[in-house]
């Protein structure tokens, strides 16, 4: 992102160093959560040639503690614990950017036909504040539960609790610039309704969907981590960072490492994620910033 | 320091032979800003004496305030502090004085009025707890003598029905009474001095004349020293012995408030006159459109060091020496003080 | 006040009538069989029907669901499949330790983030406020799983001073049951206590610019007094709403923590229930937990007129 803008304005290059020197000196909360989520998707893509096959196992190394050999131990199965956890960077990564996309897109059409259409609204905010009075794991669980557990079936039933929170801030988004004086003077000027809505109000939305949709991403992989350690979430065979965990509950105290490994991954995974929110909330939005 | 509060002395016109109780020296106070150092009050020197009422008068922003919580130690530690200077009260060095001896001072011999009365007054609590919790830190009056303290202070400030309206809370209260609040908190324990930063600004034309009879009223009894802090040369008219003038964290001129309006000498205290509408003998405003004058230009940045007198740039009088030498503050007058070089040149041109 | 009351426990009514709707029409939703869903990948036709059979999936859809609807009403979730008891009993059965766990929880995160998120904002842009503002933000990236099992293995095991895992009920003894949930709570009330300390200083901060700060101070209030007396039941409203906000997140973490510590508590339930896919417990678990939420939600509203007399209901 950063290198684009150098790129880009190869005229005025002086400046625009100076200009990112500035701005990153300003974020460096974005800067560094971004070179995390950049060393973990280096980690995901190059997985194969970093790590063995996560399957792998030897009965003969159950439990091992981590050497030279094994980084991060072995697990009961005698499975390499370093390659499970590099591979579930990929499950974690995947789980968190669909959750985002696919709750941040309903939530965001549901959002303005609400804002938008009085009668829509009326019905959908009901419905919303049902969902929103179930607990977001319950609702996942029995989702999960009811239908043959997939990565996709997770990272459906992740997103459907997380849509109403979408849904609602940009409701209110839509119904604050809806009453602003230019866009009753588009409807007075016979505008159809969907050049408005894609003229005027989207743009608005940008900005707060944007440090929404990071808070979702971060939210989701930590959702799903939880669910597969309670053992209602993706497959056990898919080596995601929960499943492995869940695996080491029964030997925690002889073999903590194939518990604290994953999680530290998905400690710095979820933590670089909101800094980047943070940063962007507080760039995005300086009278939000103010107050958190 | 006792307890006890101390005895009210007899009622008296602040006689010139009086004790002074508060004497400020050469008080300079700096604000630390990302753009630079701000020089609020910038080498103020004042007496105060007992029972008597001093008005401070100038444009916003030319240090009045900052003065005001200066001299009560209440400029908010990391934002500025007091650089230099000293502030004595009663022979007791204020400037130097740990933060735990200060606060046995503030509210108790030294009490302030701020000028929102609205936001003034904290939303949470009752009034009465808000003016009894005063005698309770300072007086260590228990819980039932505190309250009675209070009814006795709201009644003193003339609010009817006491005993209901210290239950009430300030949001129940319409803008003169919150301010009639603030006075009986400020009083609540007799203090020696009572600082009024702008009491009545932010309230109606009709209730500021009340405020003000209040405060003097109250002043006279309990024997009470005022400095009163306004822009207003209407109130400064109406309640003050003596006038500072203030412009960009210096004094002007400083005199007798008779002597001051009759002979101004300084260009400043001449514009602030001009610029003003005359009041009625109603105490209305009367304004006739086209007679007053305003001063032209900008109050100068505080950020830059002023070699010469601030209000040069603005002045009609000013020679070369003005831009660079900062004038003295002296006597051009018996007992009235002016800083500038041009004094008689100034006081020689009819207004 | 009263009128307020009886008016917002009419608006929960719609918000319960989506719940039990979502609940009992997701069975239905879901393709396939629910009877072959819940029987299990290896139950035999015969297994299925009695299925069918106990749980009315024979009847015609709105028939079921106005006996759901009608047994609800009258307190009945439901009867769990395996044990064949009553929803409610097991319910009752294992109340006992989440609520202890969610008291503590509630008591260790308000304990320790109110006085931090006063000292930050008191100290803004000090040492102490960035390390209370980088504890936050690692609160919020720390799973209760993973902090978990760190304090298993720092305190009970390497220390030895608490007891690894389990719960004691209170009929053991108060000290007994406050060792066992001692670990728990903390694990459990970080991420809350994180919430808790970021919104404390932000309304904090936006109170102590107020001008009855100053007015406080020129009263001659001690610092501590404008702080916790003048300051924070000012700043009241916004950190009791995260409070709140915070009790359904702690939902949630209630079933993780329980599984991690196995404390035999609703969130055991819960994930037993998963496990033997005993559908009714799951739905009368969710409709237990989203009326409780309800409820706490109107607690909370109805809080704001203790501390700011300007709500008035």
Redesign the interface.
Same mark, same amino acid.
């Given at each position: 992102m950063v290198s684009t803008t150098a790129s880009v304005t190869v005229a005025a290059r002086r400046t625009s160093w100076a200009d990112i020197l500035f701005w990153s000196r300003r974020n460096k909360t974005i800067i560094g959560g971004m070179v995390i989520l950049l060393a973990l998707v280096t980690v995901a893509l190059i997985a194969p040639w970093i790590a063995d096959d996560p399957l792998g196992f030897e009965p003969t190394n159950r439990l091992k503690r981590p050497s030279e050999v094994f980084l991060f131990g072995t697990d009961q199965f005698g499975r390499d614990v370093y390659s499970r956890v590099i591979y579930g960077t990929r499950i974690s990564l995947i789980v968190g950017l669909s959750v985002a996309l696919v709750a941040t897109a309903i939530g965001l059409a549901l959002g303005v036909l609400c804002g938008y259409y009085k009668r829509v609204d009326a019905v959908a905010m009901?419905?919303m504040?049902?969902?929103m009075?179930?607990?977001?794991?319950? $609702?996942a669980?029995?989702?999960i539960?009811?239908?043959k557990a997939s990565l996709f079936i997770v990272i459906i039933a992740i997103s459907i609790p997380e849509i109403p929170r979408v849904a609602r801030l940009v409701r209110s988004v839509v119904l604050t610039v809806r009453g602003q004086p230019y866009i009753e003077a588009a409807i007075a000027s016979g505008t159809r309704n969907l050049t408005i809505m894609w003229r005027h109000i989207l743009p608005n939305t940008v900005a707060p969907l944007i440090v929404q949709a990071t808070y979702v991403c971060?939210s989701a992989i930590?959702t799903e981590?939880?669910l597969s350690?309670?053992?209602?979430g993706t497959p056990p065979e898919i080596p995601s960072w929960g499943n492995v965990?869940s695996l080491g509950?029964t030997f925690?105290?002889i073999a903590?490492w194939i518990? &604290?490994f994953p999680?530290?991954f998905?400690?710095?995974t %979820?933590?670089a994620i909101?800094?980047v929110g943070?940063g962007l909330r507080d760039t995005l939005d300086p009278r939000i910033a103010r107050?958190? | 320091m006792t307890a006890v509060a101390p005895a009210v002395s007899a009622p008296i016109a602040a006689p010139a032979h009086a004790e002074t109780i508060l004497s400020v020296r050469d008080l300079r106070t700096q604000f630390f800003t990302r753009d630079g150092v701000v020089r609020a009050v910038d080498g103020v020197s004042f007496d105060l004496k007992r029972g008597e009422t001093l008005c401070i008068v100038g444009e916003s922003g030319c240090g009045k305030s900052v003065t005001a919580l200066s001299i009560?130690g209440?400029i908010p530690a990391g934002a500025g502090r007091i650089v230099g200077g000293s502030v004595r009260f009663e022979g007791t060095e204020l400037t130097t004085l740990s *933060?735990?001896e200060m606060?046995?001072?503030?509210?108790?011999r030294i009490?302030?009025i701020?000028q *929102?009365p609205m936001?003034?007054?904290?939303?949470?609590?009752t009034v009465g707890q808000q003016i009894a *919790?005063?005698v309770s830190?300072?007086q260590g009056l228990n819980r039932r003598q505190a309250w009675d303290r209070a009814i006795e202070m709201l009644s003193l400030v003339k609010i009817a029905d006491p005993k209901r309206r210290a239950g009430e809370?300030p949001?129940q209260l319409s803008g003169g009474m919150r301010q009639r609040v603030?006075i009986a908190?400020a009083l609540a324990c007799n203090p020696q001095v009572l600082i009024a930063d702008e009491p009545t600004t932010a309230l109606d034309v009709t209730i500021q004349a009340q405020i003000l009879n209040l405060m003097l009223e109250l002043k006279d009894r309990l024997g009470t020293a005022i400095i009163l802090i306004t822009h207003d040369l209407g109130v400064v008219a109406e309640t003050a012995q003596r006038v500072i003038v203030m412009y960009a964290g210096r004094k002007a001129e400083e005199a007798a408030v008779d002597e001051l309006f009759r002979h101004p000498i300084h260009p400043y205290t001449r514009g602030l006159m001009a610029s003003i509408p005359r009041r009625s003998a109603a105490g209305r405003r009367s304004q006739v459109r086209g007679r007053l004058q305003e001063i032209t230009g900008i109050v100068p940045s505080l950020r830059e060091e002023i070699p010469g007198c601030a209000f040069a740039p603005r002045c009609g009088f000013a020679v070369d020496r003005c831009t660079r030498e900062q004038p003295p503050f002296e006597a051009h007058r018996p007992a009235h003080f002016a800083a500038c070089w041009e004094a008689a040149r100034v006081v020689g041109t009819p207004r | 006040m009263t009128a307020y009351i009886v008016r917002r426990l009419i608006a929960t009514i719609? @918000?319960? @009538?989506? @719940?039990a709707?979502?609940?009992f029409f $997701?069975?239905h939703l879901?393709?396939g069989d629910?009877a072959a869903?819940i029987a299990g990948d290896d139950a035999s036709p015969a297994e299925i029907e009695g299925v069918r059979r106990k749980l009315g999936l024979d009847l015609p859809i709105w028939q079921q669901f106005g006996i759901y609807a009608w047994n609800l009403l009258q307190g009945d979730l439901g009867t769990s499949i395996f044990s064949n008891l009553p929803v409610l009993t097991l319910v009752k059965q294992r109340l006992e330790p989440t609520i202890v766990l969610a008291l503590a929880t509630l008591f260790v995160a308000v304990a320790f983030a109110i006085p931090m998120g006063v000292l930050a904002a008191w100290k803004a842009r000090s040492f102490v406020d960035r390390l209370v503002m980088g504890f936050s933000?690692?609160g &919020?990236?720390?799973?209760?799983?993973?902090f978990g099992?760190?304090l298993?293995?720092v305190f009970a095991?390497q220390l030895r001073w608490l007891p %690894?895992q389990g719960y004691r009920p209170l009929a053991m003894g108060l000290d007994q049951t406050l060792r066992s949930i001692a670990l728990p709570a903390f694990a459990l009330g970080m991420t809350y206590m994180a919430l808790i300390a970021?919104i404390t200083r932000?309304s904090m901060? *936006?109170v102590l610019s107020?001008?009855?700060i100053?007015?406080?101070?020129?009263?001659?209030?001690?610092?501590k007094s404008v702080l916790l007396r003048?300051a924070l039941?000012?700043a009241a409203v916004p950190i009791v709403t995260v409070i709140g906000i915070g009790l359904?997140l702690l939902?949630?973490g209630v @079933?993780?923590t329980e599984?991690?510590f196995n404390i035999p508590g609703l969130g055991r339930l819960?994930?037993d229930a998963?496990?033997k896919?005993d559908?009714p417990i799951?739905?009368g678990?969710?409709i237990l937990?989203?009326g409780a939420?309800?409820m706490v939600n109107l607690a909370i509203d109805l809080s704001y007129t203790f501390?700011?007399?300007?709500i008035r209901y």
């Amino acid at each position: 992102m950063v290198s684009t803008t150098a790129s880009v304005t190869v005229a005025a290059r002086r400046t625009s160093w100076a200009d990112i020197l500035f701005w990153s000196r300003r974020n460096k909360t974005i800067i560094g959560g971004m070179v995390i989520l950049l060393a973990l998707v280096t980690v995901a893509l190059i997985a194969p040639w970093i790590a063995d096959d996560p399957l792998g196992f030897e009965p003969t190394n159950r439990l091992k503690r981590p050497s030279e050999v094994f980084l991060f131990g072995t697990d009961q199965f005698g499975r390499d614990v370093y390659s499970r956890v590099i591979y579930g960077t990929r499950i974690s990564l995947i789980v968190g950017l669909s959750v985002a996309l696919v709750a941040t897109a309903i939530g965001l059409a549901l959002g303005v036909l609400c804002g938008y259409y009085k009668r829509v609204d009326a019905v959908a905010m009901r419905f919303m504040d049902g969902l929103m009075a179930i607990p977001a794991i319950l $609702l996942a669980i029995a989702l999960i539960t009811l239908m043959k557990a997939s990565l996709f079936i997770v990272i459906i039933a992740i997103s459907i609790p997380e849509i109403p929170r979408v849904a609602r801030l940009v409701r209110s988004v839509v119904l604050t610039v809806r009453g602003q004086p230019y866009i009753e003077a588009a409807i007075a000027s016979g505008t159809r309704n969907l050049t408005i809505m894609w003229r005027h109000i989207l743009p608005n939305t940008v900005a707060p969907l944007i440090v929404q949709a990071t808070y979702v991403c971060a939210s989701a992989i930590l959702t799903e981590a939880g669910l597969s350690f309670l053992g209602a979430g993706t497959p056990p065979e898919i080596p995601s960072w929960g499943n492995v965990m869940s695996l080491g509950r029964t030997f925690f105290q002889i073999a903590p490492w194939i518990i &604290f490994f994953p999680g530290i991954f998905l400690a710095v995974t %979820v933590l670089a994620i909101n800094l980047v929110g943070d940063g962007l909330r507080d760039t995005l939005d300086p009278r939000i910033a103010r107050r958190m | 320091m006792t307890a006890v509060a101390p005895a009210v002395s007899a009622p008296i016109a602040a006689p010139a032979h009086a004790e002074t109780i508060l004497s400020v020296r050469d008080l300079r106070t700096q604000f630390f800003t990302r753009d630079g150092v701000v020089r609020a009050v910038d080498g103020v020197s004042f007496d105060l004496k007992r029972g008597e009422t001093l008005c401070i008068v100038g444009e916003s922003g030319c240090g009045k305030s900052v003065t005001a919580l200066s001299i009560l130690g209440l400029i908010p530690a990391g934002a500025g502090r007091i650089v230099g200077g000293s502030v004595r009260f009663e022979g007791t060095e204020l400037t130097t004085l740990s *933060e735990a001896e200060m606060r046995r001072i503030r509210g108790n011999r030294i009490s302030m009025i701020f000028q *929102e009365p609205m936001t003034s007054l904290n939303p949470v609590f009752t009034v009465g707890q808000q003016i009894a *919790e005063s005698v309770s830190i300072h007086q260590g009056l228990n819980r039932r003598q505190a309250w009675d303290r209070a009814i006795e202070m709201l009644s003193l400030v003339k609010i009817a029905d006491p005993k209901r309206r210290a239950g009430e809370y300030p949001h129940q209260l319409s803008g003169g009474m919150r301010q009639r609040v603030m006075i009986a908190i400020a009083l609540a324990c007799n203090p020696q001095v009572l600082i009024a930063d702008e009491p009545t600004t932010a309230l109606d034309v009709t209730i500021q004349a009340q405020i003000l009879n209040l405060m003097l009223e109250l002043k006279d009894r309990l024997g009470t020293a005022i400095i009163l802090i306004t822009h207003d040369l209407g109130v400064v008219a109406e309640t003050a012995q003596r006038v500072i003038v203030m412009y960009a964290g210096r004094k002007a001129e400083e005199a007798a408030v008779d002597e001051l309006f009759r002979h101004p000498i300084h260009p400043y205290t001449r514009g602030l006159m001009a610029s003003i509408p005359r009041r009625s003998a109603a105490g209305r405003r009367s304004q006739v459109r086209g007679r007053l004058q305003e001063i032209t230009g900008i109050v100068p940045s505080l950020r830059e060091e002023i070699p010469g007198c601030a209000f040069a740039p603005r002045c009609g009088f000013a020679v070369d020496r003005c831009t660079r030498e900062q004038p003295p503050f002296e006597a051009h007058r018996p007992a009235h003080f002016a800083a500038c070089w041009e004094a008689a040149r100034v006081v020689g041109t009819p207004r | 006040m009263t009128a307020y009351i009886v008016r917002r426990l009419i608006a929960t009514i719609p @918000v319960m @009538v989506v @719940v039990a709707l979502f609940v009992f029409f $997701l069975l239905h939703l879901t393709p396939g069989d629910p009877a072959a869903v819940i029987a299990g990948d290896d139950a035999s036709p015969a297994e299925i029907e009695g299925v069918r059979r106990k749980l009315g999936l024979d009847l015609p859809i709105w028939q079921q669901f106005g006996i759901y609807a009608w047994n609800l009403l009258q307190g009945d979730l439901g009867t769990s499949i395996f044990s064949n008891l009553p929803v409610l009993t097991l319910v009752k059965q294992r109340l006992e330790p989440t609520i202890v766990l969610a008291l503590a929880t509630l008591f260790v995160a308000v304990a320790f983030a109110i006085p931090m998120g006063v000292l930050a904002a008191w100290k803004a842009r000090s040492f102490v406020d960035r390390l209370v503002m980088g504890f936050s933000v690692l609160g &919020f990236a720390v799973p209760v799983f993973l902090f978990g099992y760190v304090l298993i293995y720092v305190f009970a095991i390497q220390l030895r001073w608490l007891p %690894v895992q389990g719960y004691r009920p209170l009929a053991m003894g108060l000290d007994q049951t406050l060792r066992s949930i001692a670990l728990p709570a903390f694990a459990l009330g970080m991420t809350y206590m994180a919430l808790i300390a970021r919104i404390t200083r932000a309304s904090m901060l *936006e109170v102590l610019s107020e001008d009855y700060i100053r007015t406080a101070h020129a009263k001659g209030v001690a610092q501590k007094s404008v702080l916790l007396r003048h300051a924070l039941k000012n700043a009241a409203v916004p950190i009791v709403t995260v409070i709140g906000i915070g009790l359904a997140l702690l939902i949630s973490g209630v @079933v993780i923590t329980e599984t991690v510590f196995n404390i035999p508590g609703l969130g055991r339930l819960t994930v037993d229930a998963i496990l033997k896919r005993d559908y009714p417990i799951i739905q009368g678990l969710i409709i237990l937990f989203a009326g409780a939420k309800v409820m706490v939600n109107l607690a909370i509203d109805l809080s704001y007129t203790f501390f700011d007399p300007r709500i008035r209901y």
